[in-house]
């Protein structure tokens, strides 16, 4: 009997092991890390990179905005709001660097996750 016991636990033990890494190696395929930007950047180059970024995504909620206008009629409310919010990101890092000394180095490091959305509910439940 106690063997049978016993077996029954590594079989146990085992197939946890084995749905736990199915788990990670699923949630790895599902998800990409990225580091977008990491470096130390002159003043000038910190700038150029930081408003760089905002402007494109600024011209990307203006232009679906746009298009939404023309499709639809009306204005499309998460691209204003992104949009509010990133116009007052870039005058608050132009703003920022005007504190800063020309000749000071500038670290920037900045990651982002992505993944599919309804499969990283899933999993956080």
């Known amino acids: 009997m106690d063997n049978i ?3 029954n636990f590594h ?4 197939v946890v ?3 736990s890494y199915m788990i990670l190696i699923i949630l790895m395929e599902h998800q990409i890390d990225l580091k977008l930007i990491e470096g130390v950047f002159t003043h000038e180059d910190a700038r150029e990179v930081l408003c760089g970024l905002l402007t494109y995504k600024i011209n990307f909620h203006d232009l679906k905005n746009f298009s939404h206008m023309e499709r639809k009629g ?5 691209s ?3 949009l509010t919010e990133l116009k007052a990101d870039k005058d608050r890092i132009v703003s920022w660097l ?3 000394e020309s000749g000071e180095m500038i670290r920037i490091q900045s990651e ?4 599919v959305e309804n499969e990283q509910l899933a999993f956080s439940n």
């Open 5 to 7: 016991k016993n077996i």
């Open 11 to 14: 079989l146990y033990f085992k």
């Open 17 to 19: 092991t084995f749905v």
């Open 74 to 78: 009306k204005e499309h409310i998460d």
């Open 80 to 82: 204003l709001k992104r």
């Open 98 to 100: 005007k504190g800063i």
């Open 112 to 115: 982002i996750k992505i993944y």
